[in-house]
């Protein structure tokens, strides 16, 4: 199973992830520890029942990194070259412990790399929702992804697209075209 090629994107298609994933206090903790991230709105239960939310609050760099990990099956396992970076990120609600995510991607814009023949780059908007399909999270993210070997791409053949897994939805405008490649 491989991801998608650079060929193989189509603008404006939608792909709605099947994994999803309930969020637990362990995976808040571990994270927020590991980067060295001590804010007690994260960790410290006393304190969170103080502010507005009254609990703890899952750290979004987490949820960033949990939604954007559903696709990577579906599009860009073994394709990917590496991430250019993000346009925009946003977190229009807080997730909290319990809470049960899910992710979809739409592909905004693509177009050939100006400085490698074997790749190209791609403009994900993913999207994470909560169990009441409420938008936690939305970014837009800027991918170098592999040409086919056909079509001059320097990746090796890793198996068969899974392109069969997703479905499809309405058409998005393009998307900016003012990212510029950041590494080679």
Request: with cysteine; proline share 4%.
């Amino acid at each position: 199973m491989r991801g998608l090629y650079f060929e193989e994107f189509q603008v404006g298609r939608v792909y709605r992830h099947s994994f999803t994933r309930t969020v637990t206090e362990t995976d808040n903790v571990l994270f927020t520890s590991l980067t060295m991230n001590t804010q007690p709105l994260h960790l410290d239960h006393e304190f969170a029942k103080r502010t507005v939310h009254g609990r703890p609050l899952v750290n979004s760099l987490f949820t960033l990194a949990l939604v954007g990990g559903f696709h990577v099956l579906e599009l860009t396992f073994g394709t990917t070259l590496g991430n250019l970076g993000y346009d925009s990120v946003a977190f229009p609600k807080p997730v909290f412990y319990g809470d049960t995510l899910r992710g979809e991607t739409t592909i905004l814009d693509k177009r050939e790399s100006t400085s490698r023949s074997d790749s190209g780059i791609v403009w994900f908007e993913h999207r994470g929702y909560n169990q009441d399909d409420e938008l936690v999270m939305k970014c837009v993210r800027v991918g170098l992804m592999s040409r086919a070997p056909d079509a001059g791409g320097s990746n090796p053949e890793i198996g068969t697209s899974n392109s069969s897994l997703s479905t499809s939805g309405a058409a998005v405008s393009g998307g900016p075209a003012s990212s510029e490649e950041q590494h080679p």
